[in-house]
T-cell receptor, first 114, second 114 residues
Framework: ETGVTQSPTHLIKTRGQQVTLRCSSQ?????VSWYQQALGQGPQFIFQ???????GRGNFPPRFSGLQFPNYSSELNVNALELDDSALYLC?????????????FGPGTRLLVL | AQSVSQHNHHVILSEAASLELGCNYS??????LFWYVQYPGQHLQLLLK??????LVKGIKGFEAEFIKSKFSFNLRKPSVQWSDTAEYFC????????????FGKGTTLSVSS
């Protein structure tokens, strides 16, 4: 059973640029959630995708967008990068059994915006 | 809105000491509760979760947590810590009748000296 993988592991961008982060869900999982973890903070929910549709969104502006593909892998896109977007971006996958389902996290992508 | 509060930012213990990490949540409805752990250099992984039934939940590596509904608390305990328990611990909650998005606390760093 393959776990959740994310790419790239690290990324450096400059303010105003755009970035795409990728996530492959664990085998058998059809739900992907994205979280932002700033330094010294807990992860904050960005949005969730279920069967290629957005299925819930946290308090993040529209320049944070995503996609889910038929194989349930997912992308997080961030436009017009700001310095405060520097963080660890975590992807988590789960099966669609409901809120009690365990979310399995990937290792994250560390983004630095200069 | 839901929120999670973890009382201790950094806890330092000697091996064999007992551990209790506090977690309180704010939400008016039925919740699912989780403790995740992040060992140095590793990704977030589930320690234990509560979604119904016995409020005393046992997880991996000898950890347990007790859900006290009247106190909105879900404290994590371990009778005797080991050096290998050094990690960051996150409490998280989601609404039992809502989406699967997790609301995390800010985390507690546990340092265990041998």
């Amino acid at each position: 059973e393959t776990g959740v993988t994310q790419s790239p592991t690290h990324l450096i961008k400059t303010r105003g640029q755009q970035v795409t982060l990728r996530c492959s869900s664990q085998s058998g999982h059809n739900t992907v959630s994205w979280y932002q973890q700033a330094l010294g903070q807990g992860p904050q929910f960005i949005f969730q995708y279920y069967r290629e549709e957005e299925n819930g969104r946290g308090n993040f502006p529209p320049r944070f967008s995503g996609l889910q593909f038929p194989n349930y892998s997912s992308e997080l896109n961030v436009n017009a990068l700001e310095l405060d977007d520097s963080a660890l971006y975590l992807c988590a996958s789960s099966s669609a059994g409901g809120p009690g389902e365990t979310q399995y996290f990937g290792p994250g992508t560390r983004l630095l915006v200069l | 809105a839901q929120s999670v509060s973890q009382h201790n930012h950094h806890v330092i213990l000697s091996e064999a000491a007992s551990l209790e990490l506090g977690c309180n949540y704010s939400y008016g409805g039925t919740v699912n509760l989780f403790w995740y752990v992040q060992y140095p250099g590793q990704h977030l992984q589930l320690l234990l979760k509560y979604f119904s039934g016995d409020p005393l939940v046992k997880g991996i590596k000898g950890f347990e947590a007790e859900f006290i509904k009247s106190k909105f608390s879900f404290n994590l305990r371990k009778p005797s810590v080991q050096w290998s328990d050094t990690a960051e611990y996150f409490c998280a909650v989601n609404a039992a009748d809502g989406g699967t998005a997790l609301i995390f606390g800010k985390g507690t760093t546990l340092s265990v000296s041998s």
